[in-house]
């Protein structure tokens, strides 16, 4: 029986055209992808770059001589020193008792443990005017903690050390939620070999646990320090706000906003992010050299 020439053959080869448009509609997981991607470069241009850009436009009309004036005023140095200074050290002290609260929170089971680990996301959810009072009347010279440190000569409030206290405060679940994956995944196979060759147990997390946390270690790191530098709820009360000691960068923002100075706020805030931007960028060159590390390691 002979078939019909006017119905198409199924064992036909498509043409290559078509077999090219296919594999590239299958390549495009995301649907409406150019759709998607307009919406997106959209919204960064409106809530983050357009505002950043007019922040260096206002901040130009001081010119090269008034910038270097607003930025080299000892009282500007001062809070950029603080602010940069206890951010730093906040989230270095938060790098390292962070990975040992996600460390205990993965590896060990003991009564509390859920309750513990829903806690460490409380300052998410607390309003930073009450963590900053909270830690006023905790560590200040009448407080619980704060009149015990008077007695043994160590001031916290109205300090240097006061604004660091809040800031690990505000930083450590950044720290804690980002490492705590990464160690849940680490192979306890591969601790288990280095324990049957003999390695002893700072051998292990020296050679086997830290390598795979250390990119996460340093994503928490700037991101603890990214939310410290600009914090200002829950510093402002524990800070005392005495300037050359104890002011931050982000309270003479608003100080000199208050005095109707936008040419000198705006300064401040270039400083401000011309810093940050360049230690982030030191952090994340670093995060992806030593991820790329592992990899070739793990290859």
Do not use: C, H
Not at 52 to 76: I, N
Not at 110 to 117: A, N, S
Not at 259 to 271: K, L, P, Q, S, W
Not at 289 to 294: S, T
């Amino acid at each position: 029986m002979s078939s019909n020439p006017a119905l198409p053959r199924r064992d036909a080869t498509p043409p290559p055209g078509g077999v090219a448009v296919r594999a590239r509609r299958r390549r495009r997981v995301v649907p409406g992808f150019g759709l998607s991607l307009g919406y997106t470069l959209t919204w960064l241009g409106l809530i983050v770059l357009i505002p950043l850009a007019g922040v260096f436009v206002y901040s130009s009309q001081l010119g090269w001589d008034g910038l270097w004036r607003a930025w080299t005023e000892p009282r500007v140095l001062a809070a950029l020193k603080i602010s940069f200074g206890t951010a730093l050290a906040a989230a270095a002290f938060n790098a390292v008792m962070g990975t040992l609260v996600a460390w205990v929170f993965v590896r060990y089971r003991f009564p509390g443990r859920r309750l513990f680990d829903a806690m460490i996301d409380l300052p998410f959810a607390l309003p930073t005017a009450v963590a900053g009072i909270a830690l006023t009347a905790l560590y200040g010279p009448t407080g619980w903690i704060g009149r015990w440190l008077e007695a043994a000569g160590i001031k916290v409030a109205y300090t240097p050390l006061g604004i660091t206290v809040a800031l690990v405060f505000i930083g450590l679940p950044f720290v804690v939620r980002v490492v705590q994956p990464v160690l849940a995944e680490v192979e306890r196979e591969l601790e288990e070999a280095a324990a049957t060759l003999g390695a002893s147990r700072w051998q292990i997390v020296r050679k086997v646990v830290l390598p795979a946390t250390w990119p996460a270690v340093l994503a928490g790191f700037a991101l603890a320090f990214a939310r410290g530098v600009g914090e200002y709820g829950s510093v402002i009360f524990i800070a005392g706000n005495i300037p050359q000691v104890s002011e931050i960068a982000p309270l003479l923002i608003t100080i000199k906003l208050e005095e109707f100075d936008y040419a000198g706020a705006t300064a401040i805030a270039v400083a401000m992010l011309l810093l940050s931007f360049a230690l982030l960028l030191v952090i994340n060159t670093l995060q992806s050299r030593l991820a790329r590390r592992e990899r070739g390691r793990g290859n």
